[in-house]
């Protein structure tokens, strides 16, 4: 026969492995912010046959949701500042943001958002979401390698996360059609990333 001391101690750690175990969910799929400092697009395309033009895009923002355990969870939700664009050149920048490339006055800005992650093993999976690019929507797979979650070495001391990727879009699925001759079709994309734990207190007893 039970006591009540004993009922009451029993209710208590049924309560306490809830708790629990919600507080692990939450943590294991937690939610971050990308840092736009730190999170850079590169992309590549042939200049007419001569070479691979190369142009960099800082200042991405958006979100992240990741558990290094479940992949399968993972969703991001990414906005890319097209008009941020830098080729290196003050004209060349100029050109492909005109209209009948980019339209960047349009256009501002591309979004990413996932629709399915396929893990690979531990540290890589394809990440498979709608790019929105010049107006138009399509599919677009990442190849994506997690290289770290961790505390960040200086303040405020929140935990980051870091990702590397890559992709291979045609410039003509989204409507980018001027100058077939000078600029070539295929653009290849490197995605480096980092994002903060989201949430205004900084991750101080995080483990490194």
Same mark, same amino acid.
Request: no cysteine; aromatic share 8%; proline share 6%.
């Given at each position: ?8 101690? @029993? ?5 306490? @492995? ?64 097209? $008009? ?37 093993? $531990?540290?890589?999976?394809?990440? @498979? ?37 890559? @992709? ?41």
């Amino acid at each position: 026969m039970h006591t009540p001391g004993r009922r009451w101690l @029993a209710a208590a750690a049924l309560l306490l @492995a809830g708790l629990l175990a919600s507080r692990a969910a939450a943590a294991q799929a937690a939610r971050y912010a990308l840092d736009p400092v730190h999170t850079r697009v590169v992309f590549e395309l042939s200049h007419a046959g001569y070479s691979q033009a190369i142009g960099t895009i800082g200042g991405s923002t958006g979100t992240l949701v990741f558990d290094p355990a479940d992949w399968g969870s993972a969703r991001v939700d990414a906005r890319i500042p097209v $008009a941020r664009l830098d080729l290196g050149d003050t004209g060349w920048n100029r050109a492909a943001l005109r209209s009948g490339l980019l339209d960047a006055t349009r256009f501002p800005e591309a979004r990413f958002v996932s629709t399915r992650v396929e893990p690979v093993d $531990a540290t890589h999976a394809r990440v @498979a979401g709608m790019l929105t690019l010049r107006g138009v929507t399509r599919e677009v797979v990442l190849d994506v390698a997690f290289n770290q979650l961790k505390r960040y070495p200086l303040p405020p001391f929140r935990r980051t996360i870091g990702f590397s990727a890559t @992709a291979t879009l045609s410039r003509a699925d989204f409507g980018i059609e001027d100058w077939p001759t000078l600029i070539g079709d295929t653009v290849r994309l490197r995605i480096e990333a980092e994002a903060q734990l989201a949430g205004d207190a900084p991750a101080d007893g995080a483990t490194p």
